[in-house]
């Protein structure tokens, strides 16, 4: 099981099926209105017909290519973004409706957001350093520039503290090292090494403080996840296999079309997922970004929208480039980060018990910025992630049948699933069991 800072990753997934049939009892599911693609469909109507005139065929698309398509300019992004320090706390969210709370998530839901936010952006900075794009006294400021003032929380404040004051005493000495004493120093990246290690002391603080444990079992949760995850799949598989089957100069528009179609975000979320791991979509990155975008800035909630984040963020940086020392705006990432986990708020607060909105919510803030110096030996972390969420993409089509016959043998064998998170047992068709 993969971990996300000190939050395991775990797919929540639904009982479902795109337009009609049985659906997943009450507590999992919004089933808010469809975000409408229609200005979208005309578009790429639009570039396709313009394409044909030029007698570049449905085929062809124009502009520069890199790993991941045609290259667009990521919505948002201004040239030099992915290259500042995180100096304020403009990224802090003020959630007085929460306090004194009853559901412990919610409680501490405006300390943990900042303080994992906080973390994050304090690596990134500490990442600019390790690789000669800031300097030690660039960051020194930028943490003077944070402080511990915004959280609420007395014990995580002053723990934050202690946390900070070491920091800048490790980046001053560090800074002081003569050029031949840091080229004695074993660690490639100079003291990032020690600072990392400052940073977990710091993420054990935030998890003993404002962290909500909404599980009663690991196991149990994320087998649930998993077996409903398949199931996420195969809700709009008629609609995917319509796009699969279309010619490459329609593909874009037959998905929008089947994205319009739609009855609930919560298929349009699906669908999406869907579209967004295959290799058919390999060269749509520019549609791609743009559902992607609609979904989450519409503030509606799905169990999965974590999951949407993580594809945009990841497709987004794929546009920007997959070297360390490539512009990674994670400021860009953390605004749409933050609406979507306020989405998720909105639905605990509905629905206190809902163990797969918390989830949500705490791998939204738990997850850390996309890194320089992550798990990819030879660039940023941009492409792992594509490998981890969207693996079909780099799978050949016998591979991936392969891997789907042995998950649902896996999953379907006994014929019964229990959900955790709604202390309920179903079976193979979503009926809940006696």
Known sequence: MKKIGFFSI??????????????????????????????LISAVEKERMEQMKKGEGGDSESGDED??????????????????????????????????????????????????????????????????LATE??????????GADFLRNAELKKQTQVFED??????????????????????????????VELLGDLWGDIEELVAYKFYR??????????????????????????????????RV????????????FDEQCS???????????????????KVAARLMKSGKYNPLLYHVWLDWRCLTQGMLGSSRDSEIPNQLYNEMRRVCYLACLKRIEAFPHDALA????????????LLRLGSYMFGNDGIMEQAEFMPKRFQDEEDENENEEAEEEELYDSGEHYIDSLDIWVDDDGNVLE
């Open 137 to 146: 006294e660039d960051v020194v400021k930028s943490v003077q520039g944070i």
């Open 253 to 264: 528009k037959v998905m929008l079309e089947q994205m319009n179609a739609c009855e609930t």
């Open 67 to 132: 790993e991941g398509g045609v290259w667009v300019e990521p919505e948002g992004w201004t040239e030099g973004m992915g290259y500042e320090l995180f100096e304020d706390t403009s990224f802090v969210v003020r959630l007085p409706q929460y306090e004194g709370s009853e559901q412990p998530f919610l409680k501490n839901a405006e300390d943990f957001y900042n303080s994992c936010t906080m973390a994050h952006n304090l690596q990134s900075n500490l990442e600019m350093v390790a690789r000669e």
């Open 271 to 289: 669908l999406f997922l869907n579209w967004a791991n295959c290799k058919e979509s390999m060269d749509e990155g520019e549609w791609l970004l």
């Open 166 to 195: 070491s920091l800048v005493v490790a980046l001053q000495q560090d800074a002081e090292m003569s050029e031949e004493e840091r080229e004695e120093q074993e660690e490639p990246y100079g003291g990032y090494g020690h600072y």
């Open 358 to 369: 918390m989830n949500c919510a705490a791998v939204l803030a738990g997850r850390a910025n």
């Open 10 to 39: 775990v797919t929540a997934m639904v009982l479902a099926s795109c337009g009609g049939g049985t659906r997943q009892p009450d507590g999992v599911f919004n089933y808010e209105t469809p975000v409408d693609f229609s200005d």
């Open 217 to 250: 079992s690991e196991e149990a949760f994320v087998d649930s996840l998993d077996s409903l995850g398949v199931r996420m799949e195969k809700m709009t598989e008629k609609q995917f296999v319509a796009y699969k089957n279309s010619s490459a100069d329609m």
